[in-house]
Every structure is written in structure tokens, then in C-alpha cells.
């Protein structure tokens, strides 16, 4: 009884209060117990009432369609560019795990690597958006599966691009025959381009970058990336080991550094090279 209180008064501190994203990537075994504890307790959907981040974590749906008109009626989606993007973007040819495609939570695609929950990646895209304009450069470190690189290729187009990059070698391949799957012209005509690199490292031959994306966290901000912003650019990175933070990075047009964070989060850690 007395664990049974301890784990109601959880769920009533850190989902009810919104505070539930600080745990958005754990592993799916985690989630699955969080799951199971919340049906034994008999809690309601009430408790994630509050229509942001807290909430949407429980969205089940079948089809793109309705993954992002929920994320929109969670208010997670804000603008109508974002909406399109992922709108266009099937998520379902980016995840190797068809039952999971369309649920509002992280997921393995292989290679100890995850695609990350849909509302991070929507809320990503909305923290770029003044800069995911037409003709925009654009760079995604640990793109991963793809998915959001692609989305990013669509608000930039077609007069933009969008350079992926990624650690490993078997997941550039994956992310190029799963943006085939979806729509190949991104591919073909040049707007997306995805390669391996080091994410600390970036891709000085591409840069400067009006926006830069990180999909996973560095234990400190890497350098080579900031210096690869454009004047005028924003990064949008995870940033710490335990304790991460999504922080939003800014050089003005005399090169000045300003830093925001954003909210708490669970990433996977950003590969170092050893080398």
C-alpha cells in the first residue's frame, strides 16, 4: 500500500504538474512499466489534461493523419508549416517498428540509435521554424532514420538543403532507402543530402548553416558546431549526461552568443569519436 501511494503521488507531481517530458527517452521497457503501474492504479486520463507536452505522450493512432492532427489538438504543433511538413512526412517508412510508427513515443531503429518521439521532433521544428524558410541551409546531426531531415528538406525547399549526418555508417543507408521509400525527388534533386560524419564535428565543408539540429545529447556543447552557424542562425541541441536540457543557441549578425533552455530532456548521447 505504501508503494502504491508513493507511485500515485508520482504520477499526480510529475504528469498532472507537466513535468512527465523530463523522462520522454527512456527505453521502452521503462515506458511499458510506467504503463502498467498507471493502469493498476486505475488513473484517468485526467491527470494529462493539460494539453502540451504532458498529454500527448499517450497518443495512439493508426495512421500519419491522425498522429499529427493529435499532436496539433495537444498544441504541440503551433503553425501551419509544421503541420504540412510532418503532415507530408510518413512516419510510418522512417520506423522499423510498424505497431509503434503512429504513437506519440521514442522507439529503436537499430544500432543502439532511436527515432525520437513525434512531439519532440514537432516541437523542434517549431523552435526552427523563422529559420526553415525557403532556401535556408540547413544541418541534422544524428539524423538517424531520416524522418526529420525530411521534414526539414520540405520547409526548406526547393531552393534549400538539408545535410544529414550521422555516426554510423548502416544507419545513412537505412535513412537513404527509407527517404526512397517516401519521396526520392527530396534525394535526386539535391534539397536533402545524407552522409556520415562526426556529430562534434559537424560539416565545416557545407557550412555556415542557418539552423543546426542535434537528435542526440553532448555532454557539453560542441564547439565546431556553434562556429558553424551562420550569423543570424539558431542551433537546437540536448545538452548534459543524466541531467539533459534542450537549449536553444543564437549568434546574432555580429557573431554574439546567446543560450536559452528550453525544457528537460532524455536523449540518447551524441557518439564521440575516439579518434
Known amino acids: 500500500q505504501q508503494n502504491t501511494n508513493k507511485?500515485?503521488?508520482?504520477?499526480?507531481?510529475?504528469?498532472?504538474?507537466g513535468k512527465y517530458h523530463r523522462?520522454?527517452?527512456?527505453?521502452?521497457?521503462?515506458?511499458?512499466?510506467?504503463?502498467a503501474h498507471k493502469q493498476k492504479l486505475n488513473l484517468s486520463r485526467k491527470f494529462?489534461?493539460?494539453?502540451?507536452m504532458n498529454g500527448s505522450w499517450e497518443t495512439r493512432e493508426k495512421s500519419n493523419k491522425g498522429l499529427v492532427n493529435s499532436l496539433k489538438s495537444y498544441g504541440i504543433i503551433e503553425t501551419s508549416r509544421v503541420y504540412d511538413a510532418?503532415?507530408?512526412t510518413d512516419r510510418g517508412h522512417y520506423s522499423v517498428m510498424?505497431?509503434?510508427?503512429?504513437?506519440d513515443n521514442p522507439h529503436p531503429i537499430g544500432y543502439q540509435a532511436t527515432i525520437s518521439a513525434p512531439h519532440m521532433h514537432a516541437k523542434c521544428l517549431e523552435l526552427?521554424?523563422?529559420?526553415?524558410?525557403?532556401?535556408?541551409?540547413?544541418?541534422?546531426?544524428?539524423?538517424?532514420?531520416?524522418y526529420l531531415a525530411s521534414c526539414m528538406a520540405r520547409m526548406v525547399g526547393p531552393n534549400g538543403k538539408v545535410v544529414g549526418i550521422d555516426y554510423i555508417p548502416e544507419l545513412v543507408e537505412m535513412s537513404i532507402k527509407n527517404v526512397?521509400?517516401?519521396?526520392?525527388?527530396?534525394l535526386e534533386s539535391g534539397l536533402l543530402e545524407l552522409?556520415?560524419?562526426?556529430?562534434?564535428?559537424?560539416?565545416?565543408?557545407?557550412?555556415?548553416?542557418?539552423?543546426?539540429?542535434?537528435?542526440?545529447?553532448?555532454?557539453?556543447?560542441p564547439e565546431k558546431l556553434v562556429e558553424q552557424l551562420a550569423p543570424g542562425g539558431i542551433l537546437v541541441i540536448p545538452v548534459g549526461t543524466f541531467d539533459q536540457n534542450l537549449i536553444m543557441v543564437k549568434k546574432d549578425t555580429q557573431g554574439k552568443i546567446t543560450k536559452q533552455n528550453i525544457f528537460g530532456v532524455r536523449y540518447v548521447p551524441l557518439v564521440k569519436s575516439s579518434n
Open 23 to 35: 523522462w520522454m527517452f527512456v527505453n521502452l521497457q521503462t515506458l511499458s512499466k510506467l504503463n
Open 128 to 146: 526552427l521554424s523563422e529559420k526553415l524558410v525557403d532556401g535556408a541551409k540547413v544541418m541534422d546531426v544524428g539524423s538517424g532514420s531520416g
Open 48 to 52: 494529462t489534461t493539460t494539453r502540451k
Open 98 to 103: 510498424m505497431n509503434e510508427a503512429y504513437n
Open 195 to 221: 552522409k556520415q560524419g562526426d556529430g562534434w564535428k559537424g560539416d565545416e565543408s557545407s557550412a555556415p548553416f542557418d539552423c543546426i539540429h542535434v537528435g542526440a545529447a553532448a555532454e557539453t556543447l
Open 180 to 186: 526512397k521509400k517516401d519521396d526520392p525527388t527530396l
Open 7 to 17: 507511485r500515485t503521488t508520482f504520477y499526480k507531481n510529475h504528469i498532472y504538474k
Open 86 to 88: 510532418m503532415a507530408a
